[in-house]
């Protein structure tokens, strides 16, 4: 099995910047694309930022701009920086990984979340 562990979030004003962690542990092979999405109350999830493992990174229109997400393959690791925060960004923040068990099987894992509030 694989686990995604967050870390990160927190309560910040406006205008502010937070940076959102995620590891992944277990019988991993190989990560394809790890990122980040995001589920408002009231709202569905919605992607945040994705990068694949050679790379290559997708933004939502919303945070372009303004996120910048980063891996580091050697630890399995994703990071989210966050920087001029609104209060429209206010979520919980999940982690997913598409992995490669040692036994070859994929997986599509999800972390359990994390709590961003951006208010003043």
């Known amino acids: 099995q694989v686990q995604l562990v967050e870390s990160g979030g927190g309560l910040v004003q406006p205008g502010g910047s937070l940076r959102l962690s995620c590891a992944a542990s277990?019988?991993?092979?190989?990560?394809?694309?790890m990122g980040w999405y995001r589920q408002a109350p009231g709202k569905q999830r919605e992607l945040v930022a994705r990068q694949m493992s050679g790379g290559s990174a997708d933004y939502a229109d919303s945070v372009n701009g303004r996120f910048t997400i980063s891996r580091d393959n050697a630890k399995n690791t994703v990071y989210l920086q966050m920087n001029s925060l609104k209060p429209e960004d206010t979520a919980v923040y999940y982690c997913?990984?598409?992995?490669?068990?040692?036994?070859?099987?994929?997986?599509?894992?999800w972390g359990q979340g994390t709590l961003v509030t951006v208010s003043s």
């Open positions: 997913n990984a598409m992995a490669r068990t040692m036994v070859g099987r994929w997986l599509d894992v």
């Open positions: 277990g019988s991993i092979r190989s990560i394809n694309n």
